[in-house]
T-cell receptor, first 111, second 116 residues
Framework: QKEVEQNSGPLSVPEGAIASLNCTYS??????FFWYRQYSGKSPELIMS????GDKEDGRFTAQLNKASQYVSLLIRDSQPSDSATYLC???????????FGSGTRLLVRP | ETGVTQTPRHLVMGMTNKKSLKCEQH?????MYWYKQSAKKPLELMFV???????ENNSVPSRFSPECPNSSHLFLHLHTLQPEDSALYLC???????????????FGPGTRLTVT
């Protein structure tokens, strides 16, 4: 069983819509969760961190965490073509510093 | 710019060559990481260093040899690589102390490696 799972997509949404990206993880005791954005040919860029159940908002981005159901999601409001990228979910699962990354969801925002 | 630099950005090497990748972070972090990213595969963690000490070696073949002389610099020495080692090699850093934000990792731009 994969430790961090994401739908590979592509998820296609029209410009201005809300894009919803989901991630599930296997380790119930995980405490720290991250969303990275990776443009084609570039390196991952940290866009959100979330540590507590509930929602965390930063501009057009909202991260949602539900530890009981073991999922974390990222909502992008008013999606723009420039949001088209692969979004990686990462989870810290044990006492080490390493993060476990999902394989990413490709988002396409249609003009 | 994330404060993590990598050189070279592109590297083509033959299977018998020896080369090194360099990473430098200007964030005052204490933990540094090497990742491999192949096409259509998740990021693969290779090595973790915390305060210059290697704390993780993810069953990486010995043809990859890391070196961390101080908390700001990380090297990956390459020798007798195989074509399947062609990938994007990413360096990252994090604070490396026990607080929640210390686990946030910041990536360098990567080195695109092609083994011929």
């Amino acid at each position: 069983q994969k430790e961090v799972e994401q739908n590979s997509g592509p998820l296609s949404v029209p410009e201005g819509a809300i894009a919803s990206l989901n991630c599930t993880y296997s380790d119930r005791v995980s405490q720290s969760f991250f969303w990275y954005r990776q443009y084609s040919g570039k390196s991952p860029e940290l866009i959100m961190s979330i540590y507590s159940n509930g929602d965390k908002e930063d501009g057009r981005f909202t991260a949602q965490l539900n530890k009981a159901s073991q999922y974390v999601s990222l909502l992008i409001r008013d999606s723009q073509p420039s949001d088209s990228a692969t979004y990686l979910c990462a989870v810290k699962m044990d006492s080490s510093y390493k993060l476990i990354f999902g394989s990413g969801t490709r988002l396409l925002v249609r003009p | 710019e994330t404060g993590v630099t990598q050189t070279p950005r592109h590297l083509v090497m033959g299977m018998t060559n020896k080369k090194s990748l360099k990473c430098e972070q200007h964030l005052g972090h204490n933990a540094m990481y090497w990742y491999k990213q192949s096409a259509k595969k998740p990021l693969e963690l290779m090595f973790v260093y915390n305060f210059k000490e290697q704390t993780e070696n993810n069953s990486v073949p010995s043809r990859f040899s890391p070196e961390c002389p101080n908390s700001s610099h990380l090297f990956l020495h390459l020798h007798t690589l195989q074509p399947e080692d062609s990938a994007l090699y990413l360096c990252a850093s994090s604070q490396g102390v026990s607080s929640r934000s210390s686990y946030e990792q910041y990536f360098g731009p990567g080195t695109r490696l092609t083994v011929t």
